[in-house]
Nanobody
Framework: VQLAESGGGLVQPGGSLRLSCTSS????????IGWFRQAPGKEREGVSC??????TYADSAKGRFTISRDNAKNTVYLQMNNLKPEDTAVYYC????????WGQGMQVTVSS
């Protein structure tokens, strides 16, 4: 299973980013796809996940982040709005199929 993320980078507080997760080896629509993040010195935490049209969010993401999917592109997105410095972390795409599979991770930095 291979997952690939894109869309990270540096953004000012209050700004937006859209993260993408795709796979060349897995049809993402069949599985729960999650977004996790890990800030320096902290444990990895769940941000949001999606299965079909159902989605869940961590409290820190509610009202600011939106997870969605484009099955034609085999891609899951995480739209992040009103970003805060505490959102700074490495973000990972995840799928669990008998074990966890992770993308390579990408840095999101929110700073002025």
């Amino acid at each position: 299973v291979q997952l690939a993320e894109s869309g990270g980078g540096l953004v000012q507080p209050g700004g937006s980013l859209r993260l993408s997760c795709t796979s060349s080896t897995l049809t993402l629509d069949y599985y729960v796809i999650g977004w996790f993040r890990q800030a320096p010195g902290k444990e990895r935490e769940g941000v949001s996940c999606i299965l079909g049209s159902d989605s869940t969010y961590a409290d820190s993401a509610k009202g600011r982040f939106t997870i969605s999917r484009d099955n034609a592109k085999n891609t899951v997105y995480l739209q992040m709005n009103n970003l805060k410095p505490e959102d700074t972390a490495v973000y990972y795409c995840n799928v669990y199929i008998t074990r966890n599979y992770w993308g390579q991770g990408m840095q999101v930095t929110v700073s002025s």
